[in-house]
């Protein structure tokens, strides 16, 4: 079983208090990590704060290139790691870490890159012979808080962009998975990092975690997690910048001229990926009226193929969610629609802390499926009348942070992308289709409009510093 620490500026801290994670599968001890009190947190915050030499553009490229390199060497450990400590399935994991090393690369290859504007200002009549400049600065402190679902591409999406930037980052991953995130954090000291660059804390909600929030010598708050954890922090925070990214309700349009073979993959993939716990997951599919039957006929079809066992298991695409406290969520929000005239197509079963891939027709449209966001391997089919039907149900729920839309038509695809109030719309694709470093994140209640994706994360993580010289 592994111990790990807490690292406060790369010293490695153990106390007498433990947080223990369990495998979801099997409910074997997987590790602990070691929980800070508020003195250790407050340490934390001054060594961050104190002086420091910067880092250069060419040596936080060269750490972040070597974190790519390290994960790269590790990869299988890792995914055994959180696969673990989470019961995702080892093609999730594998994948995951792929996305980490994309992470770290585009933030190393970002690193190097001089975003400074320049303005001459002759251009006014009564401008002068001067020039305006910008160039970036990073901010002094960053908190970051990370959830469950991708254990170590979440917490790479905080890490990398920060370095990249040159901002000190405390990272408060989640208790559910924090095993991952310290490795991670080991390879970037391992990386050259030095210690004031970066802690990794654990502990108590009161004790650490909002302190930190609160704390005034934090510059940023970028947490990504539940909309009721993200609304907190929007209300206690006070007067610093914070960075959103929440929960999501994303819609999977299939329009009767739609490819229906590609329809049903990208519902398959959408719904039942990561163990449907991806904040971009498929939570509605909308099949309009005429193809619905058909659709249904080839869905269902490939979703018997995504086999649901032990996530060691080569052949398994679907492990366990995150413990049996939310499968059993799941289980209740599958049993309303039933009870609420859904009809139950496949799966519905509950083992312990895994769901079998499940997939309803009939769904009521105000039922829990219809309207909450249901952390896991469920697929509701929704029949629409038309496109302006899926776009008024696609925006009827508080959320507003991704889609996709089946179809050959590009006008209609193209009504659907201005239509739809979401971060993202994704035209025969899956809603979580992206790129690490593309710009990335929701509306509404998924988030307040400030993006991640490396590129705008460290602009986040930057303030713009403008100035003029006679020329
Ligand atoms: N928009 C995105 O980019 C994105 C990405 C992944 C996950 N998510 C969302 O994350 C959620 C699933 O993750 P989760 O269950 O770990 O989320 P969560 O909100 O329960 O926890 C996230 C993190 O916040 C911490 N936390 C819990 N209560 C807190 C509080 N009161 N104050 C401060 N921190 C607190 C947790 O310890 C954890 O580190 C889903 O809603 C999912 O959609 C969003």
């Not at 001054?46 to 060269?62: D, F, S, V």
Request: with cysteine.
């Amino acid at each position: 079983m592994l111990s790990l620490p807490s690292y406060i500026a790369g010293a490695a801290v153990v106390t007498d208090r433990w947080i223990d994670v369990f495998n979801p599968w099997n409910g074997e001890a997987v590790g602990r990590v070691a929980a800070i009190g508020n003195d250790q947190l407050h340490a934390a915050i001054e060594a961050h704060r104190a002086a420091h030499e910067p880092l250069t553009r060419y040596e936080r490229g060269r750490i972040l290139n070597e974190v790519r390199g390290l994960l790269e060497a590790r990869r299988e450990e890792l995914a055994r790691l959180i696969t673990s400590e989470s019961g995702l399935c080892l093609r999730e994991t594998r994948y995951e870490v792929g996305r980490a090393c994309d992470v770290f690369a585009f933030a190393a290859m970002e690193a190097l890159r001089d975003d400074g504007q320049t303005f001459s200002c002759d251009i006014s009549p009564t401008g002068k012979a001067r020039k305006i400049f910008t160039l970036r600065e990073p901010l002094s402190l960053v908190a970051a808080i990370t959830p469950f679902n991708h254990p170590l591409n979440q917490v790479a999406h905080k890490l990398a962009p920060a370095v990249a930037a040159g901002a000190p980052v405390i990272l408060k991953p989640s208790e559910k998975t924090p095993l991952s995130a310290v490795r991670l954090v080991e390879l970037l000291y391992e990386a050259g990092l030095p210690g004031w660059m970066l802690s990794c804390i654990h502990g108590d909600l009161d004790v650490v975690t909002r302190p930190m929030i609160r704390d005034e010598r934090v510059d940023l708050v970028t947490f990504t997690g539940s909309a009721r954890v993200g609304k907190e922090i929007a209300s206690t925070a006070g007067y610093k910048k914070t960075c959103l990214e929440l929960g999501g309700h994303s819609p999977l349009i299939v329009l009767d001229d739609a490819d229906l073979d590609l329809a049903a993959r990208l519902a398959c993939e959408g719904c039942f990926r990561n163990s449907g716990q991806r904040c971009t997951a498929v939570r509605r599919v909308m099949v309009q009226e005429g193809v619905v039957e058909e659709f249904t006929k080839r869905f269902l079809a490939l979703a018997k193929t995504y086999l649901c066992g032990d996530p060691t298991s080569e052949a398994v695409l679907v492990g366990t969610v995150i413990d049996e406290a939310a499968a059993v969520g799941l289980e209740q929000a599958v049993q309303d629609a039933v009870n609420r005239g859904a009809k139950l197509l496949l799966g519905g079963q509950r083992r312990g802390a895994q769901l079998q891939p499940t997939v309803l027709a009939d769904v009521p449209r105000d039922s829990t499926l219809g309207t909450c966001e249901c952390f896991g391997p469920i697929a509701p089919i929704f029949a629409v009348r038309d496109l302006d039907d899926a776009i008024e149900y696609s925006n009827a729920t508080p959320y507003g942070l991704s889609s996709g839309i089946v179809t050959r038509n590009l006008d209609l695809a193209i009504r659907a992308v201005k239509g739809i109030k979401a971060g993202t719309v994704n035209v025969n694709e899956i809603p979580g289709y992206r790129l690490e470093l593309s710009p990335f994140g929701g509306v509404k209640d998924s988030g307040l409009g400030i993006k991640e994706g490396v590129i705008e994360a460290m602009k986040f993580m930057t303030t713009v510093k403008t100035f003029s010289l006679p020329w």
